[in-house]
């Protein structure tokens, strides 16, 4: 039998047990608590963060924007029908300029800041209205730097280290971004009315103005190698006709919808490509050709 004092040492540490159990199972949920919060709070800081720094960088495009703007203005240059352009005086002819084309002038001055500048690209009434870079030898400098070669996050369009003037496809990569800057608003060339109100893409090089149209619409991916697909991002030679109707026909083929234009070989094509979250190494492309 147990003593009372026994028994009074047993209901004490019964109650000291159940009173441990108590405090740790209260600790758990406010630990849970604690960590859930600080969760939220550097979600919520990340958040913040991403659309100050989008906001300051999507700034520096905008003054670049303008600088173009007031020099087209200045040299009356019309913002659609490049066929009505002409190309800009040299008041002082010489054997050289005969021979070297002439930068347009709204690209001049920005072109004299960083001569990686190829041409401009842009979408009317979307966000689209971005410098276009060509870094052969680093093919995807501008990935993550601004226009001043300064880190950014939303990068700077730029042209596959594959093409060259006259190559038959230019190929351009932009950042989809959330806040819609850059490649942003691509993908909503899957919806075919979007396309029917957008369907015109201006595409400047340095030395010509472009006016395309847009003839398709898919997604696609960054095939892995060894594996079957589509890998469009290799098609930017299409001087061999034979090529130019293999590119075609696979376009054709992806596409989301028929927008009863089709391409010739000798037609000028662009390409535009973003990332896709349809599927893993997702990509979202719209093709134009030269009008």
Request: charged share 25%; hydrophobic share 35%.
């Amino acid at each position: 039998m147990k003593t009372a004092a026994a028994l009074l040492r047993c209901r004490n540490d019964e109650g000291m047990t159940r009173k441990k159990k108590t405090q740790n199972g209260s600790r758990i949920p406010a630990l849970i608590i604690a960590v859930s919060a600080v969760i939220a709070c550097f979600s919520l800081y990340m958040i913040v963060f991403t659309l100050i720094t989008g906001a300051q960088e999507q700034s520096a495009f905008d003054e670049l924007t303008a600088i173009v703007e007031q020099q087209r203005e200045q040299a009356d240059v019309p913002d659609s029908k490049p066929e009505q352009i002409t190309s800009p005086v040299v008041t002082e002819p010489t054997a050289e300029a005969d021979t070297e084309p002439v930068i347009l002038p709204e690209y001049a001055a920005l072109y004299e800041q960083n001569n990686d500048l190829f041409g401009w690209l842009r979408i009317n009434d979307t966000p689209i209205n971005y410098p276009v870079m060509h870094t052969p030898d680093e093919p995807q400098y501008y990935l993550r730097r601004a226009f001043d070669k300064s880190d950014s996050q939303s990068g700077t369009p730029f042209l596959d280290a594959a093409c060259f003037e006259g190559c038959g496809n230019y190929i351009l990569y932009g950042h989809h971004m959330k806040n819609e800057t850059m490649f942003g608003t691509l993908p909503k060339y899957a919806d075919k009315e979007y396309w029917e109100q957008h369907k015109t893409i201006c595409f400047d090089t340095l030395y010509e103005h472009g006016e395309y149209e847009v003839i398709a619409a898919f997604y696609g991916k960054a095939v892995a190698k060894g594996d079957p697909g589509f890998r469009y991002y290799q098609y930017t030679d299409l001087t061999d006709p034979d090529v130019f109707a293999e590119y075609m026909e696979q376009v054709n083929a992806a596409a989301i919808y028929d927008t009863g234009l089709p391409a010739e070989y000798g037609d000028e094509l662009i390409t535009l490509s973003t990332c896709s979250y349809h599927t893993d190494n997702g990509r979202f492309v719209v093709v134009a050709r030269k009008r």
